[in-house]
């Protein structure tokens, strides 16, 4: 499997010039195409941060302040790359709450549409709405002509995720970041939703960065594992083998709290 | 008359850390204002209703530091007395809504029902009225200009008019800090031990309520000022020969190509009391911000 | 899509709710003119009139009668487009209406139309360089904005500029539509001036929340930029908050533009309703304050039905 994204050494600063904090120390991972990697750690552990510091959108007032950044884009070996010109055709991401994450005054066809667009040469808005429509079934979203020309809060909580989807796989990336896609899914949804991930993966030979709080779902869904804590990465390696023998205890205690919550014996990895 | 435009300027200036250098230099502005109006006598030696025929319209000097009006008045004495009028309708146009605005908010909230439903609608009727028209319409209308208790002359109808409709403000923030805290269980608890609404609104509405509610007073002091001014340039506040910034502005904007201090010196006063208050404000609602 | 109908039944609902609306106005305008002391009859026909005049006027006005009915006969009245007349003139109130309606009107659009183009650029400028000079200069200035009295700057504005430079009229209306558009300007700029900063403020913030709202960012992250994101993604969602904040400025608005009309001298609704109040033309400022009031509803009205139009979120209560 060739490499895909390679992040080393990153630091990343929040809180503008006045309260400045280093909220990112030394992170380092990698994925490679058709991988799944899972991060883990809870909130203010610094994973979202790590994942807007690689796609370019880090908040205001946040930067990177040191680390490496590479990026396969194109088949060659990772290099340095800017974020704007990749978004969308290289790198893409996939939000966690898909209520706010989608444009409330814009079709949904559209929405992907656009997104077709800005990642083609000339591409036509007749042909780029085709095209909208064909990638609303492929993320399997029933009627998807009759459902392009509705609206985001028409639809619901998994058929918006849905949609997300599809406009992040618009412009055909080669690397999707998935920040807490599930979490505001209720469970049933969940697993139709992972289940859509994991089988886009393996078709198209994506890497996939997921990144949840919930050991359930990353086992279920990754090959690999980082997990995360205080802006640092704790731990990092395939997913069984971190999962049932954690070296830090950061993670046996997650492993514990994930196994009370359930009330059973951690889920079985794939 | 806290409307949106006071809702306006307690969007917070800068990032709520420079509360207390702006109440204190905002203080000390109004700090100023308020002395001179307690004890005119302090800076100013002449009569501002005085008439010298002989001596109008004099450039400034040592006598008159800012010379005299077409009426031969000291125009320093004028805008030093000024300064009583203006603040004491201020105040009263802040503090008079503000009661009764916590009163009907406090009901509102408390008991619900149809009080709740009136005083919306009420609300929502005052707020499509052209509030400012109306004050003029109604000026023009009542006859209530004389002296009233220790009101001036002209005085009544602009503090009864504020308090028709500045109340809202204060209303709208009472009624929500009480429905807030009457679903609290710990005040169900009290209610049923027997605590009386009237106890419950003092205990826990008002510690955090008051913030934002000094915030728009002060505000408003500025706001109604600047309406009385305004209404009396036109010729509905206070009647001649009361000394008032608006009404000098008027007297004297037909000279205001030769003895332009005339028109300016009223309305810097105007502006630099609006402002100081305006700075209290703010720093308050910064200070109440960040707590 | 059920959203059509939907949204046609909130219009609807809206202009239903209008009608107690307007009705309550009609009414507070009324209470106006029953609040005075003394005999109604004998303050419209001015105190040269006789005993029977004012005896004869009264019945035909129905003040002898209770109020209720003097309400209603107010309401026929009013639907008949009889608003009374001057006490002072004499002439029908709906004539000084008519009258003086051009002036004000052009002030009120060359003013809004000035602060919009203020307004607009500026809260850009500020939303999309925080903290910088002139986000800071916006906040300042918007406080004093706030407090310069308004009917001041006019005078500063018609000293230092109209009378030294001749480019401006300082009193009237003008001759034909160039010398009406250069009788509004300083006026317009005047009233611009205290609005402009106040309305970018609010604007900014509106927009600083959809630029910072997760659905730019998730287009961003796709690749949508420029004026394509702009367009689709900032506008559209700016707008309809945008709507609402200014149609809140309108009451304002004319209340300026009342007091610029006297100070600017120029023969308007705003400068006849202060002549009128100023005399206790009682009829007169009714007729106007009216006139004013209906405007408010119908912009309110408006505005709201602007921002169904926009957003596609909104349904029936």
Not at chain 1, 74 to 89: E, H, I, L, M, S
Not at chain 1, 130 to 149: F, Y
């Amino acid at each position: 499997m060739s490499a895909l994204l390679e992040v080393e050494g990153l630091c990343v600063d929040a809180g503008g010039r006045r309260a400045r904090r280093r909220v990112v120390q030394d992170a380092a991972l990698t994925v490679s195409a058709g991988e799944c990697v899972g991060v883990v750690g809870e909130s203010g552990s610094g994973k979202s941060m790590t994942m807007r510091a690689i796609i370019g959108l880090l908040p205001r007032g946040a930067r990177v302040a040191a680390g490496d950044l590479r990026f396969a884009s194109g088949g060659d070996d990772p290099a340095p790359y800017d974020a704007v010109r990749v978004r969308g055709r290289g790198i893409a991401m996939v939000f966690q709450e898909p209520m706010t994450a989608l444009n409330p005054t814009r079709r949904v066809g559209d929405l992907v549409a656009d997104a077709v667009i800005v990642n083609g040469s000339r591409v036509r808005r007749s042909a780029a709405r085709r095209r909208a429509v064909t990638m609303l079934e492929e993320v399997g979203v029933p009627d998807p002509e009759g459902r392009a020309r509705a609206f985001p809060h028409e639809l619901s909580g998994g058929l918006r995720q849905r949609v997300m989807i599809a406009i992040a796989l618009a412009g055909n990336p080669r690397l999707v970041i998935c920040d807490e896609p599930t979490t505001a899914l209720d469970v049933t949804v969940q697993d139709q939703i992972l289940g859509l991930l994991d089988g886009l993966r393996r078709e198209r030979g994506l890497g996939l960065l997921f990144v949840t709080h919930d050991l359930g779902v990353v086992a279920q869904i990754s090959q690999r594992l980082v997990v995360m804590q205080g802006g640092q990465v704790v731990e990092s390696g395939d997913t069984a083998d971190v999962l049932e023998h954690p070296r830090h205890p950061y993670t046996a205690a997650l492993r514990r709290a994930a196994a009370e919550l359930e009330g059973a014996p951690p889920v079985e990895v794939r | 008359m806290s409307t949106a435009l006071t809702e306006v300027t307690t969007q917070s200036t800068g990032r709520g850390r420079h509360g207390t250098p702006k109440v204190v230099v905002g203080g000390v502005i109004v700090g100023v204002f308020v002395v001179v109006a307690l004890f005119p006598g302090l800076v100013s030696s002449h009569d501002p209703l005085r008439q010298d025929l002989l001596h109008r319209l004099a450039d400034p000097t040592s006598a008159h530091p800012l010379g005299t009006d077409a009426l031969g008045r000291d125009v320093w004495s004028r805008l030093v007395h000024g300064t009583r009028v203006d603040l004491r309708v201020g105040v009263l146009c802040a503090l008079l809504p503000m009661v009764i605005g916590t009163v009907l908010g406090g009901l509102s909230g408390f008991y619900g029902g149809i009080l709740d439903v009136v005083v919306g609608r009420v609300i929502e009727l005052v707020q499509s009225f052209p509030v400012l028209v109306f004050f003029l319409a109604v000026l023009g209308a009542l006859g209530l200009a004389h002296p009233f208790l220790f009101l001036g002359p002209g005085e009544l109808p602009i503090v009864l008019v504020f308090a028709a409709v500045g109340w809202i403000v204060y209303a709208r923030l009472i009624r929500g800090e009480v429905m807030r805290v009457r679903d609290l269980e710990y005040v169900q608890a009290a209610g049923a031990g027997g605590l009386s609404p009237l106890r419950v609104l003092i205990r826990h509405v008002l510690p955090n309520a008051i913030g934002q509610t000094v915030v728009y007073v002060v505000l408003d002091v500025g706001l109604a000022i600047l309406a009385l001014a305004t209404l009396s340039y036109l010729g509905l506040g206070v009647p001649a020969p009361v000394p008032e910034w608006g009404a000098m502005i008027a007297e004297s904007s037909a000279y205001f190509q030769a003895q332009w201090w005339l028109v300016v010196a009223p309305g810097v006063a105007i502006t630099v009391l609006g402002v100081g208050l305006a700075l209290i404000g703010d720093g308050i609602d910064d200070l109440v911000k960040r707590s | 899509m059920s959203s059509s109908r939907g949204r046609f039944a909130f219009v609807g609902s809206r202009l239903l709710q209008c009608v107690p609306l307007l009705l309550a106005v009609t009414l507070l305008v009324f209470l106006i003119s029953k609040v005075t002391p003394g005999n109604p009859a004998r303050t419209i026909l001015g105190p040269k009139a006789t005993a029977d005049q004012v005896a004869a006027l009264s019945h035909q006005l129905g003040y002898d009668r209770g109020p209720v009915v003097q309400y209603l006969r107010f309401l026929a009245r009013l639907g008949h487009g009889d608003l009374g007349a001057s006490a002072r003139t004499g002439q029908p109130v709906t004539g000084v209406i008519r009258d003086n309606l051009a002036p004000t009107v052009w002030l009120v659009a060359a003013t809004a139309l000035v602060t919009i183009a203020v307004a607009v650029p500026l809260a850009w400028a500020a939303a999309t360089h925080r903290d910088g000079w002139l986000d800071h200069l916006l906040r300042t200035s918007s406080v004093v904005a706030l407090f310069l009295p308004t009917f001041w700057l006019g005078l500063i504005l018609i000293r230092f500029v109209a009378l030294p430079t001749g480019w401006f009229p300082v009193a009237g209306f003008g001759h034909g539509v160039a010398g009406h558009l250069r009788s509004v300007v300083l006026p317009a700029v005047t009233l611009a001036l205290g609005l402009a900063p106040v309305v970018a403020r609010s604007l900014r913030t509106s927009m600083i929340d959809v630029l910072e709202s997760e659905y730019v960012v998730a287009a961003r992250s796709v690749g949508v930029r420029g004026a394509r994101l702009f367009r689709w993604y900032v506008v559209r969602n700016a707008l309809s908050p945008a709507i609402s904040l200014l149609a809140v400025q309108i009451g304002f608005l004319l209340f300026g533009v009342v007091v610029l009309e006297v100070t600017f001298d120029i023969p308007g609704l705003g400068s006849e309703l202060v002549t009128a109040a100023v005399g206790k033309d009682l009829l007169v400022t009714q007729g106007i304050t009216l006139v004013f009031a209906v405007t408010v509803v119908v912009v309110n009205l408006l505005a709201d039905v602007l921002q169904i139009a926009l957003d596609p979120r909104v349904r029936t209560s």
